[in-house]
């Protein structure tokens, strides 16, 4: 017995309806298969056929969220001009010398938790009661 029935030479004779048989999945395929580069007329019709999830409505703290224009800018519009200026390069030194500032400050600090926490001993070991 062969291992794939349908395949077998005896079933591969020349027969139109066998033929049609095996080759109508195959083209069902093929055409749905052209709808899905979108997907939504199989999706659609899905759903209209029940086959889809169901809608559901978004809960209130999401649609409170949400800004009431979340368009995109059009292709060839430019964005509005921002409320906020860039920094100028003296502002950019001065903002780099206070984090530099702020740095050595942290890591002073660091350093000296780490030489008190060095110093102190640590806790001895509870004392464990004998076992019975």
Do not use: I, Y
């Not at 368009?71 to 200026?85: I, K, W, Y």
């Not at 400050?105 to 640590?122: I, S, T």
């Amino acid at each position: 017995m062969p291992a794939f029935p349908a395949l077998s030479p005896k079933s591969l004779s020349p027969n139109p309806l066998r033929a049609a048989m095996l080759l109508a999945p195959l083209a069902a395929c093929l055409l749905t298969g052209g709808c899905v580069l979108d997907g939504a007329s199989v999706r659609d019709a899905a759903k209209s056929a029940g086959f889809g999830p169901k809608e559901v409505a978004a809960p209130d703290f999401v649609v409170q969220s949400r800004r009431g224009n979340g368009d995109f800018l059009p292709v060839g519009v430019s964005a509005p001009p921002r409320e906020t200026r860039a920094k100028s390069a003296a502002g950019v030194q001065q903002l780099e010398a206070e984090l530099d500032a702020s740095r050595q400050r942290n890591e002073a600090k660091g350093r000296d938790a780490a030489k008190v926490g060095g110093a102190v001993k640590p806790p001895a070991p509870p004392r464990v009661l004998p076992a019975e």
